[in-house]
C-alpha cells in the first residue's frame, strides 16, 4: 500500500488478473458419470441423465468448465494526489495514467511501491476470484429437487406407456384373431 510520500511522476504498481485459462473438472453433481441415481421411497433405484454438466440440448460431459484466473501486475504513473478531510481524520486518494491514458482515482491500498508486493495481493484476489468460481460450479438444493420431480415423471411416464402398449396390443390381437375367423368362415 502506498502513502503520501509518493510524488506527482512516480511509477507504483497496481495488483490485477485474467481469468484466462479454461479448467474442465469432474462434474461435482454426476462425479463424471453423466448420470445420476434417485432412490424412491418404495427403494426403487431410478436412473436419469445429469443435468449439472449437460449443455443446452447435448448429452451430459462430466465435467464443467471453471475458469484459472491468472495473477498480473500493472504499473502505473501518479498523475495527481488528493487529500480529503474527513470526520475520521485525513484520506487520501491518488489518480494515476493507466495505459488507455485515463485518469483513474484509487485508493491508497490499491497501489504498490514494489511489483512484488502487487503480485502477492494479485494471488490474494485470483484466489478469491477462483474460490468464488469453484463455489459456483457447486450444484444447489432445488436442482437435486428437479432430479426427483424428473425421476418420477419419466418412470410414471414409462409405466403409463407400458399399460397402454400391453392394452392396445390385446386389442389389436384381438381385432387380428376376429379377422382370422371371418376369412375362415
Ligand atoms: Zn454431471
Not at 484466473?69 to 501518479?78: F, G, H
Request: include cysteine; charge should be neutral; proline fraction near 3%.
Amino acid at each position: 500500500m502506498i502513502d503520501q510520500t509518493i510524488k506527482l511522476g512516480d511509477v507504483v504498481w497496481q495488483a490485477n488478473f485474467a481469468s484466462c485459462a479454461e479448467v474442465w473438472l469432474t462434474c461435482p453433481c454426476c462425479n463424471g458419470a453423466k448420470e445420476v441415481t434417485v432412490i424412491l421411497g418404495d427403494g426403487r433405484h431410478v436412473h436419469t441423465e445429469c443435468k449439472w454438466c449437460q449443455s443446452g440440448f447435448d448429452l451430459p460431459r462430466g465435467v464443467v468448465k471453471v475458469y484459472q484466473p491468472k495473477a498480473r501486475t500493472q504499473s502505473l504513473m501518479i498523475s495527481g494526489i488528493i487529500k480529503t478531510e474527513t470526520p475520521k481524520g485525513e484520506v487520501w486518494s491518488f489518480q494515476s495514467l493507466d495505459d488507455q491514458l485515463n485518469h483513474v482515482i484509487r485508493k491508497a491500498e490499491e497501489l504498490f511501491f514494489t511489483e512484488a508486493e502487487a503480485l502477492v495481493q494479485a494471488q490474494k484476489e485470483a484466489t478469491t476470484y477462483l474460490q468464488r468460481n469453484l463455489a459456483e460450479t457447486q450444484p444447489k438444493q432445488e436442482h437435486y429437487k428437479s432430479y426427483a420431480w424428473n425421476a418420477i415423471y419419466h418412470l410414471e411416464a414409462a409405466e403409463r406407456a407400458q399399460r397402454d402398449l400391453a392394452h392396445h396390443q390385446a386389442k389389436a390381437h384381438i381385432c387380428q384373431e376376429r379377422s382370422k375367423k371371418k376369412e375362415t368362415q
